[in-house]
């Protein structure tokens, strides 16, 4: 299994089209995006992907009902807390939240929010692949993990 971990794209479709065009090059399952797309139109670049969305929404995350719209469309997976193969997706607003899922079993916890690349293996393997958007950092992020074994790249 090999999937593409993303987080806050804050609208910025340069550095959107950016990792599309990169993820052209990989065979990859799904994409699991830990929130704050933003907007609708963000998740359309993913189109020429041809690949399932798990998305959690982030707090920024404004046209809710647009942003279901789409995935539902595309028959991707979208909420506040989304499981996907192995895993579960979450933004990662709230520490409780956050301490209750690594208590699950499973073997990957994808979050967000807060900008920041973070790699935590134990009982789940907890992975934060920074920020698309590059805007907080200024490094443009994203996490690819390949049967066990996880790239934070650069975008």
Same mark, same amino acid.
Request: proline share 3%; aromatic share 8%.
């Given at each position: ?7 806050? !794209? /804050? ?13 052209? +090059? ?6 699991? /995006?830990?929130?704050? %797309?933003?907007?609708?139109? !963000? ?6 992907? =041809? ?7 982030? =707090? =920024?995350?404004?046209?809710? +009902?647009?942003?279901?719209?789409? *995935? ?8 506040? @807390? %989304?499981?996907?193969?192995?895993? @579960? %997706?979450?933004?990662? #607003?709230? *520490?409780?939240?956050? +301490?209750? $899922? ?10 967000? /929010? #807060?900008?920041?690349?973070? $790699?935590?293996? &134990? ?6 692949? &920074? ?12 996490? @690819?993990?390949?049967? &066990? ?7």
């Amino acid at each position: 299994m090999k999937f593409v971990a993303i987080s806050d !794209t /804050h609208d910025n479709l340069i550095a959107v089209r950016d990792l599309v065009e990169q993820l052209k +090059k990989e065979k990859i399952d799904f994409i699991v /995006h830990a929130g704050d %797309v933003i907007a609708p139109f !963000t998740l359309k670049e993913f189109f020429p992907l =041809n690949v399932k969305m798990y998305i959690a929404f982030g =707090n =920024n995350d404004g046209e809710k +009902k647009l942003l279901k719209k789409i *995935s539902n469309e595309k028959n991707w997976e979208i909420g506040e @807390i %989304v499981e996907f193969p192995e895993g @579960i %997706v979450y933004h990662g #607003t709230d *520490s409780r939240i956050v +301490k209750i $899922l690594k208590k699950c079993e499973i073997e990957y916890l994808v979050l967000g /929010h #807060t900008h920041e690349p973070l $790699l935590e293996k &134990g009982k789940v393997t907890v992975i934060n692949p &920074g920020e698309v958007c590059g805007y907080l950092t200024g490094k443009r992020t994203y996490a @690819i993990c390949e049967d &066990g074994e996880i790239s934070i790249l650069e975008v």
